[in-house]
């Protein structure tokens, strides 16, 4: 089982653009919610952005809305994640998550808000961290 994010980087002013991919392998793509959870330094993990393969319902952050769009190749199991008009409070270490859509309880993408919401995530891609600058 593997997510495999990609697209970090260093955005040296702001406004600019960023696109992550997080391309899952493993596992059954359909049967979970994925997305993007963030965690700058000194602060709690929090979801950014998911997407349901289920039915293609989507959540951001208010603090991403209207800039961020999340889209989804179930052909190439990969979710992808384009940053736009980036801030430098946008700064974080971004983790790509999955959280199943068939266990009862399980944290669908409604609820990727909620403060715990990291621990209902079945796997994590490994960090790729974002820099803007100001």
């Known amino acids: 089982v593997q997510l495999q994010a990609s697209g970090g980087g260093l955005v040296q002013q702001a406004g600019g653009s960023l696109r992550l991919s997080c391309a899952a392998s493993g596992f059954t793509f359909d049967d979970y919610d994925i997305g993007w959870f963030r965690q700058a330094p000194g602060k709690e993990r929090e979801g950014v952005s998911c997407?349901?393969?289920?039915?293609?319902?989507?959540y951001y952050a208010d603090s991403v809305k209207g800039r961020f769009t999340i889209s989804s190749d179930n052909a190439k199991n990969t979710v992808y994640l384009q940053m736009n008009s980036l801030k430098p409070e946008d700064t974080a270490v971004y983790y790509c998550?999955?959280?199943?859509?068939?266990?009862?309880?399980?944290?669908?993408?409604?609820?990727?808000?909620?403060?715990?919401?990291?621990?209902?995530?079945?796997?994590w891609g490994k960090g790729t961290q974002v820099t803007v600058s100001s």
């Open positions: 998550a999955a959280s199943p859509t068939r266990r009862r309880g399980s944290v669908r993408c409604s609820s990727w808000s909620r403060l715990d919401a990291a621990y209902g995530m079945d796997y």
């Open positions: 997407i349901s393969s289920s039915d293609d319902s989507t």
